[in-house]
């Protein structure tokens, strides 16, 4: 009879099991068929300057294109290492489509190695400049480019919603922030990660601690679990999977638009389970161009803006060249 091994977990990745008042669920039917949009933007603005991540349940997504999009992105990761090759991101420079081998990401480099692989893609398009261009799509599995591609469409519906709901609860018109996303940078992202054994530190875990570099993150993970988000006292706490649910937390261009009110929070994974793992994370920020600065319900006499102006682009831009070797002239 063979013995599973024992994992010996460094004392710096332990977490404490949330529970739902810690990350709650929120029931966003309210806001997807209009009936009450600003009851659930109060409960999303809560979370946001409390909390940072939240579960949304109801969000109109068919579960059956979730269903196929794990699927889909189970097959494409158990290809052979030579046929996910030909798709490195490498090839695609500053468009960064494609394919992230093991290692290929650090978030936080001076820290972890990112035990994880990705695939990125967003809207196809042919003129090249940073996070634009042609995705990087595989021949196999079948049916890939055409499910993701409606996946990626399910998740901007949602994501307006949702983003309009942040607008409402900053007391500001609904459509302040879509006003800044005629042509937003979009990352929709399928996660890998291999369980880990053994001796498991924080020099190597599934994805390093990091906030989001953007404006919003739509998450769905599979039934694993893994991630673990750090609250306001500095604890780590785990969020595990519920299901129907994504999860929902706000970047880093939200911390800014809300003079610190809102806080981008910060997260990592670590896949203990002895299972493989798999996510399917969806980021929008706002235009390349789009300037980022304190909204006028969020700053006064007594409390100015602490952030100088900058535009979407380049802060995230400068965000991937850190992770990316091949961005560094």
């Given at each position: 009879m063979?013995?599973?091994?024992?994992?010996?977990?460094?004392?710096?990745?332990?977490?404490?099991?949330?529970?739902?008042?810690?990350?709650?669920?929120?029931?966003?039917?309210?806001l997807?068929?209009?009936?009450?949009?600003?009851?659930?933007a109060?409960?999303?603005?809560?979370?946001?300057?409390?909390?940072?991540?939240?579960?949304?349940?109801?969000?109109?997504?068919?579960?059956?294109?979730?269903?196929?999009?794990?699927?889909?992105?189970?097959?494409?990761?158990?290809?052979?290492?030579?046929?996910?090759?030909?798709?490195?991101?490498?090839?695609?420079?500053?468009?960064?489509?494609?394919?992230?081998?093991?290692?290929?990401?650090?978030?936080?480099?001076?820290n972890?190695?990112?035990?994880?692989e990705?695939?990125?893609?967003g809207?196809?398009?042919?003129?090249?400049?940073?996070?634009?261009?042609?995705?990087?799509?595989?021949?196999?599995?079948?049916?890939?480019?055409?499910?993701f591609?409606?996946?990626?469409?399910?998740?901007?519906?949602?994501?307006?919603?949702?983003?309009?709901?942040?607008?409402?609860?900053?007391?500001?018109?609904?459509?302040?922030?879509?006003?800044?996303?005629?042509?937003?940078?979009?990352?929709?992202?399928?996660?890998?990660?291999?369980?880990?054994?053994?001796?498991?530190?924080?020099?190597?875990?599934?994805?390093?601690?990091?906030?989001?570099?953007?404006?919003?993150?739509?998450?769905?993970?599979?039934?694993?679990?893994g991630?673990?988000?750090?609250?306001?006292?500095?604890?780590?706490?785990?969020?595990?999977?519920?299901?129907?649910?994504?999860?929902?937390?706000?970047?880093?261009?939200?911390?800014?638009?809300?003079?610190?009110?809102?806080?981008?929070?910060?997260?990592?994974?670590?896949?203990?389970?002895?299972?493989?793992?798999?996510?399917?994370?969806?980021?929008?920020?706002?235009?390349?161009d789009?300037?980022?600065?304190?909204?006028?319900?969020?700053?006064?006499?007594?409390?100015?803006?602490?952030?100088?102006?900058?535009?979407?682009?380049?802060?995230?831009?400068?965000?991937?060249?850190?992770?990316?070797?091949?961005?560094?002239s």
């Amino acid at each position: 009879m063979s013995i599973a091994p024992t994992n010996q977990i460094d004392s710096r990745l332990a977490s404490k099991s949330t529970t739902f008042s810690e990350i709650p669920i929120i029931d966003v039917t309210a806001l997807i068929d209009g009936s009450d949009p600003m009851k659930v933007a109060d409960e999303i603005g809560y979370v946001c300057e409390n909390i940072g991540f939240l579960y949304i349940k109801n969000h109109g997504v068919d579960p059956q294109l979730i269903k196929d999009a794990y699927a889909l992105a189970e097959e494409f990761f158990k290809l052979p290492i030579e046929q996910k090759q030909q798709l490195n991101i490498i090839n695609s420079g500053q468009t960064l489509r494609g394919y992230i081998p093991m290692y290929g990401e650090n978030v936080d480099p001076e820290n972890t190695r990112d035990f994880k692989e990705c695939f990125d893609f967003g809207l196809n398009e042919t003129t090249v400049s940073p996070f634009f261009g042609p995705n990087q799509m595989p021949e196999s599995p079948a049916n890939f480019k055409k499910i993701f591609e409606q996946y990626h469409d399910a998740m901007m519906t949602l994501s307006r919603k949702l983003i309009s709901a942040i607008a409402l609860s900053l007391a500001l018109p609904a459509d302040y922030f879509e006003k800044l996303q005629q042509k937003p940078i979009t990352i929709q992202r399928l996660l890998h990660y291999p369980p880990q054994e053994g001796n498991i530190s924080l020099e190597e875990i599934g994805i390093g601690a990091h906030t989001d570099y953007g404006f919003l993150t739509i998450l769905s993970q599979d039934s694993v679990g893994g991630l673990q988000v750090q609250n306001r006292d500095g604890e780590w706490i785990s969020a595990p999977p519920v299901e129907d649910t994504f999860i929902v937390n706000i970047g880093d261009l939200v911390q800014t638009f809300t003079n610190d009110r809102y806080i981008s929070t910060t997260h990592r994974v670590i896949n203990t389970s002895g299972k493989e793992r798999y996510s399917v994370p969806f980021f929008i920020d706002l235009d390349f161009d789009a300037k980022v600065s304190v909204v006028p319900t969020c700053q006064n006499d007594d409390n100015p803006a602490k952030y100088p102006t900058y535009t979407c682009g380049q802060h995230k831009y400068k965000r991937f060249v850190d992770s990316y070797a091949h961005l560094v002239s």
